[in-house]
């Protein structure tokens, strides 16, 4: 017996003064756990059906409003100049999970991705934003503000998902989060046959959260945990300016070991966005303040060969639960 | 209770990964100690993360078992337990335990 399995066999003696109650808890049978859930689940349905409700009954107040007022209030929340527009987004987004968006139902949301080093996210919904509205169907690519491919997005081939859908993919479903960062709702949901990526977004007002799914993915990790110059923003003054060229690859695209992944990864990746660096990407240069959210990318590759590439914007610490919620 | 036998030499390779590098103390901690600080672990864990953990390293169950019992799929067992170990391995370094 090696010296290892000698101290793993010390753990295993540890182990023997384990708390009965805790050994009687781990005797519970599917049955009574299955049930619990179901009711949990019911609850949860049952709760978001009424969110949709309440959503739709939002809208058509919002609506009837704007038509009182001769459209001037319509027209203040097409220009996005109020926090109602935010709300209307979000509304919508929940609208669709509820009401379990069918493959090939049209869309009016125009969703853009690009890497965060690169300018970050947008998300546009219908005429509340100044990008222009390119209709998108499950056989139409994500494209950009001028109407070309951008990078992260989808093929014209990927197959539009419900969330439950997604979900219910053998192996990778697992991997898409049970917790998501708070105020955040399902957006959409894709997989891409041809690289075998399964594409799940989330949206919170303006922001928006990306995750992109692989299996088969060993090898994948390109950075040493112990190097910071590797990944972590916090380590470059200007990162645009100052990083290495032979990092520049792995410093845009990071892909760790789960083994080596922690909370304190996450905040190395997550820094507040100037919002010029944002509003940039819309052709609008005023404003340079920092956004109040901090937004990142990274890559995680699981033991099991899965790979997981985050992009988005979110509290580090929700973040964090985000992921470790991943795969369970 | 009856723990396993056919699966212990597996079950005490996996464990091999809680072992934390012998430096970060000069004492090694009693048996007595490691077994209240595993304790205190178990029970900061969730629930299902702690019951899967016990019916592996406790019970010796196959993943299979375990997966079965609790009616979730064989990776998320593996998941659950790789998770758990990485904790325990952090958990006993944090708190200078040296094996």
């Known amino acids: 017996m090696s010296a290892k399995q000698?101290?793993?066999?010390?753990?295993?003696?540890?182990?023997?003064?384990?708390?009965?109650?805790?050994?009687?808890?781990?005797?519970?049978?599917?049955?009574?756990?299955?049930?619990?859930?179901?009711?949990?689940?019911?609850?949860?349905?049952?709760?978001?059906?009424?969110?949709?409700?309440?959503?739709?009954?939002?809208?058509?107040?919002?609506?009837?409003?704007?038509?009182?007022?001769?459209?001037?209030?319509?027209?203040?929340?097409?220009?996005?100049?109020?926090?109602?527009?935010?709300?209307?987004?979000?509304?919508?987004?929940c609208g669709q999970e509820t009401a379990g968006t069918t493959k090939g139902e049209a869309s009016e949301e125009v969703f853009v991705t690009e890497s965060v080093n690169g300018g970050g996210e947008s998300n546009t919904q219908d005429s509340a934003s100044n990008?222009?509205?390119?209709?998108?169907?499950?056989t139409t690519p994500v494209r950009g503000p001028d109407g070309t491919m951008v990078s992260g997005a989808v093929s014209n081939l990927a197959e539009r998902l419900t969330e439950e859908e997604a979900r219910n993919r053998e192996f990778l479903g697992n991997y898409i989060p049970r917790s998501i960062p708070e105020g955040y709702c399902f957006q959409e949901a894709f997989w891409e046959p041809e690289s075998g990526r399964l594409f799940v977004s989330w949206a919170h007002d303006m922001d928006v959260i990306?995750?992109?799914?692989?299996?088969?993915?060993?090898?994948?990790?390109?950075?040493?945990?112990?190097?910071p110059e590797m990944y972590d923003q916090r380590f470059y003054e200007d990162s645009?300016?100052?990083?290495?060229?032979?990092?520049?690859?792995?410093?845009?695209?990071?892909?760790?070991?789960?083994?080596?992944?922690?909370?304190?990864?996450?905040?190395?990746?997550?820094?507040?966005?100037?919002?010029?660096?944002k509003t940039e990407d819309a052709g609008n240069t005023e404003g340079a303040e920092n956004t109040e959210v901090p937004a990142g990318n990274f890559g995680i590759l699981f033991p099991e060969g899965v790979l997981v590439k985050f992009r988005g914007a979110g509290e580090p610490k929700q973040v964090w639960e985000m992921i470790c919620s991943m795969g369970l | 209770?009856?723990?396993?036998?056919?699966?212990?030499?597996?079950?005490?390779?996996?464990?091999?990964?809680?072992?934390?590098?012998?430096?970060?103390?000069?004492?090694?901690?009693?048996?007595?100690?490691?077994?209240?600080?595993?304790?205190?672990?178990?029970?900061?864990?969730?629930?299902?993360?702690?019951?899967?953990?016990?019916?592996?390293?406790?019970?010796?169950e196959e993943y299979g078992e375990i997966a079965k019992r609790y009616g979730i799929k064989l990776n998320t067992v593996k998941t659950s337990l790789f998770r758990t170990r990485a904790k325990l391995r952090r958990y006993l370094e944090k708190e200078g335990v040296v094996l």
């Open chain 1, 131 to 138: 990008i222009k509205e390119v209709p998108k169907d499950e």
């Open chain 1, 240 to 277: 645009y300016e100052e990083v290495p060229a032979g990092y520049l690859e792995v410093f845009s695209d990071p892909v760790f070991a789960w083994e080596d992944f922690s909370q304190s990864v996450v905040e190395s990746r997550m820094v507040l966005q100037r919002e010029h660096e």
């Open chain 2, 1 to 60: 209770m009856k723990r396993g036998s056919g699966e212990m030499l597996l079950a005490l390779d996996e464990l091999t990964e809680c072992v934390p590098a012998r430096c970060s103390t000069e004492e090694a901690v009693e048996e007595a100690e490691l077994e209240r600080l595993i304790n205190a672990f178990l029970h900061t864990l969730p629930e299902r993360d702690c019951n899967v953990f016990l019916r592996r390293y406790w019970y010796v």
């Open chain 1, 210 to 227: 990306v995750l992109e799914l692989w299996e088969n993915r060993e090898g994948s990790v390109n950075v040493d945990v112990n190097r």
């Open chain 1, 6 to 93: 000698e101290n793993a066999m010390r753990l295993m003696k540890a182990l023997s003064g384990v708390d009965e109650t805790l050994l009687e808890r781990s005797e519970a049978q599917v049955g009574d756990r299955e049930r619990r859930r179901q009711r949990r689940k019911r609850i949860l349905k049952s709760g978001r059906a009424w969110a949709a409700v309440v959503c739709m009954a939002v809208l058509g107040v919002a609506a009837w409003e704007g038509y009182q007022r001769g459209g001037e209030g319509m027209e203040s929340a097409k220009n996005g100049n109020c926090s109602g527009a935010g709300a209307v987004q979000m509304s919508t987004a």
